[in-house]
């Protein structure tokens, strides 16, 4: 389970299609749970919601993916894992309408500035630019620029955090979107600057394959 989350995780998904990913990391959670790998199994099972969610399964499909993985990370007490899958559920129900401020990512099943705290306090920057990218997404969603602007800068480590995970290339991709918003928005160069920079390097990792 933990050999194929991790080359699913740092290495397939750069070459292979979305719908193979979700297939894979639902293997490794199949195998983790036949073996004994209980954490990484987890883990499996957080990824490969987060890949349904990418590819476009529908919310509804999504939502009821979380609530089932939550019950079974809080089943075997796995509680790092159910951090890593809180702001991604969260998101889903803002998506839904189911929050009153949709670019934040407070609710039914978590709250924002807590599970921050945590990070803050862990010194786990890795979980946080993870709910960091999950709130620049909702902010770009919602039209809420400001926002999205500010948290652009505040996952500039992401590089050092996430390195080659999924987080990485989603996180290009979207701040590509937001600076060449804000640049139309505000004819601000810094931010025109910022969006040829993310669409230089979404070239180059094309040209790789």
Same mark, same amino acid.
């Given at each position: 389970?933990?050999? %194929?989350?991790?080359?699913? !995780?740092? %290495?397939s998904h750069w070459m292979?299609?979305?719908?193979?990913?979700? /297939?894979?990391?639902?293997r490794a959670y199949e195998v983790g749970m036949q073996t004994g790998d209980i954490n990484w199994a987890m883990f499996n099972l957080k990824c490969s919601i987060e890949i349904a969610l990418i590819v476009g399964k529908p919310l509804s499909y999504v939502e009821e993916e979380c609530r089932s993985c939550f019950k079974?990370?809080?089943?075997?007490?796995? /509680?790092?894992? %159910? !951090?890593?899958?809180?702001?991604?559920? $969260?998101f889903v129900l803002n998506l839904m309408g189911c929050s009153n401020d949709p670019s934040v990512l407070s609710g039914s099943v978590m709250q924002?500035? *807590?599970?921050?705290?945590?990070?803050?306090? !862990?010194? *786990?920057?890795c979980l946080r630019n993870a709910i960091t990218f999950c709130r620049l997404w909702a902010a770009f969603c919602f039209? *809420?620029?400001d926002l999205a602007g500010k948290l652009v800068? *505040? %996952? $500039?480590d992401i590089n050092q955090t996430n390195r080659s995970t999924t987080l990485v290339w989603r996180c290009a991709f979207l701040e590509g979107l937001v600076a060449y918003t804000l640049f139309q928005r505000n004819k601000s160069y810094k931010w025109k600057a910022h969006a040829t920079k993310k669409t230089s390097k979404v070239r180059e990792w094309l040209k790789k394959g």
């Amino acid at each position: 389970s933990k050999v %194929i989350f991790v080359c699913t !995780n740092f %290495i397939s998904h750069w070459m292979e299609p979305g719908h193979l990913l979700h /297939k894979d990391y639902l293997r490794a959670y199949e195998v983790g749970m036949q073996t004994g790998d209980i954490n990484w199994a987890m883990f499996n099972l957080k990824c490969s919601i987060e890949i349904a969610l990418i590819v476009g399964k529908p919310l509804s499909y999504v939502e009821e993916e979380c609530r089932s993985c939550f019950k079974v990370m809080h089943e075997y007490k796995q /509680k790092h894992a %159910i !951090n890593w899958l809180l702001p991604v559920w $969260q998101f889903v129900l803002n998506l839904m309408g189911c929050s009153n401020d949709p670019s934040v990512l407070s609710g039914s099943v978590m709250q924002q500035e *807590d599970l921050l705290k945590h990070c803050k306090q !862990n010194k *786990d920057g890795c979980l946080r630019n993870a709910i960091t990218f999950c709130r620049l997404w909702a902010a770009f969603c919602f039209e *809420d620029f400001d926002l999205a602007g500010k948290l652009v800068w *505040d %996952i $500039q480590d992401i590089n050092q955090t996430n390195r080659s995970t999924t987080l990485v290339w989603r996180c290009a991709f979207l701040e590509g979107l937001v600076a060449y918003t804000l640049f139309q928005r505000n004819k601000s160069y810094k931010w025109k600057a910022h969006a040829t920079k993310k669409t230089s390097k979404v070239r180059e990792w094309l040209k790789k394959g």
